[in-house]
């Protein structure tokens, strides 16, 4: 034992947080106790309240203190465009990025036989369901260019075709501000072949 | 914004501790919410405790939820060796190794004139006072092995001069399980002078 109880079972929490391991843990736990009023009082709280509020989207599965959430519920979204993410993260990403003008659809995932994850465990029947009901005429397939990323977007298509909406995917090509002497040749073919007039 | 109020305060919050950064906290954001009842409910709840029940020990400096600390009150300790370390951190370290049977005493930094930093900023006069009231014998000055801490370790020397205790310091050397080529040239030069016999 390196503190009291107290302190340890504060450091090994904050251990499992991502990011942090033991020994950093172990640091963030001492700048916490010195900023005690500054940081930890109010971290408590955020926290707290977080836990307590929190609340997951019903129709997109977003995270909110609110729901439906505060993305839904907007009602100057384009309300025929929605657009397919893995997971929150992939969310907040293009919404920093203000990149899409309608609502979102959460997965929670991708379909990965290997770790035994089917359609069953993902949000793929409340995207049909969806799709299906209200005025959707397209859906963006904003999936990782990751191979289960890619499968899990042919079965989602596969499944709305029968819907008749439209189904695109995000463009492959050069990051913006990228450099080509780093790019993969995938990445670099892909945006050879999806060439566009300057 | 990507999220609501209440989670962006709790990103803003988590990227300041160290550690993290607003990229990380976004994503131990996320983890916490997805672990809400495991995690981020009982973080909550151990830094609220912390934050209210931690005290710095009026003795030696180190934290804990009682004053004297723990190891302040420990009948067990050796009563004459003071262990001077920089920072709790430094005695949290000693304290893993079960390096020492004496008891500590947290300065709070080092002497930084070029910081702003004097003997009055930290707890020097407390050692002295320490030194010279209780059956105190010897002071091992376990600092940093940094230029600033080497400054401390011959400024507290002198004052604790007139008090005839014995004041020694950490050795140097090649570090258990460390491999010489990776070693810099002033450690391995400590290590040849103060060469033992095999």
Redesign the interface.
């Given at each position: 034992?390196?503190?009291?109880p107290?302190?340890e079972?504060?450091i090994q929490?904050?251990a499992?947080?991502?990011?942090?391991g033991p020994r950093?843990?172990?640091?963030?736990?001492?700048?916490?106790?010195q900023?005690?009023d500054q940081?930890?009082?109010?971290?408590?709280?955020?926290?707290?309240?977080?836990?307590e509020?929190?609340v997951i989207c019903s129709v997109c599965g977003n995270?909110?203190?609110?729901d439906p959430?505060?993305i839904c519920a907007d009602a100057r979204r384009e309300t025929g465009l929605i657009c397919v993410v893995e997971?929150?993260?992939d969310l907040?990403a293009l919404?920093?990025a203000g990149a899409v003008a309608g609502r979102y659809h959460v997965l929670g995932g991708t379909l990965s036989p290997l770790d035994g994850i089917g359609p069953d465990d993902l949000n793929i029947a409340g995207l049909v369901e969806r799709v299906g009901s209200a005025g959707i005429t397209e859906v963006v397939l904003a999936v990782n260019a990751t191979v289960d990323g890619q499968t899990t977007a042919h079965y989602v298509t596969d499944l709305l075709e029968p819907t008749g909406v439209r189904v695109s995917q995000l463009a492959h090509g050069v990051p913006v501000g990228g450099e080509l002497d780093y790019l993969d040749e995938g990445t670099l073919s892909a945006a050879v072949k999806a060439r566009r007039p300057f």
């Amino acid at each position: 034992m390196t503190a009291s109880p107290e302190i340890e079972r504060l450091i090994q929490l904050l251990a499992r947080v991502p990011g942090l391991g033991p020994r950093s843990a172990r640091r963030a736990a001492l700048h916490l106790i010195q900023k005690r009023d500054q940081l930890m009082g109010p971290l408590a709280e955020a926290l707290a309240s977080a836990a307590e509020r929190i609340v997951i989207c019903s129709v997109c599965g977003n995270i909110d203190t609110a729901d439906p959430c505060a993305i839904c519920a907007d009602a100057r979204r384009e309300t025929g465009l929605i657009c397919v993410v893995e997971t929150v993260a992939d969310l907040w990403a293009l919404e920093r990025a203000g990149a899409v003008a309608g609502r979102y659809h959460v997965l929670g995932g991708t379909l990965s036989p290997l770790d035994g994850i089917g359609p069953d465990d993902l949000n793929i029947a409340g995207l049909v369901e969806r799709v299906g009901s209200a005025g959707i005429t397209e859906v963006v397939l904003a999936v990782n260019a990751t191979v289960d990323g890619q499968t899990t977007a042919h079965y989602v298509t596969d499944l709305l075709e029968p819907t008749g909406v439209r189904v695109s995917q995000l463009a492959h090509g050069v990051p913006v501000g990228g450099e080509l002497d780093y790019l993969d040749e995938g990445t670099l073919s892909a945006a050879v072949k999806a060439r566009r007039p300057f």
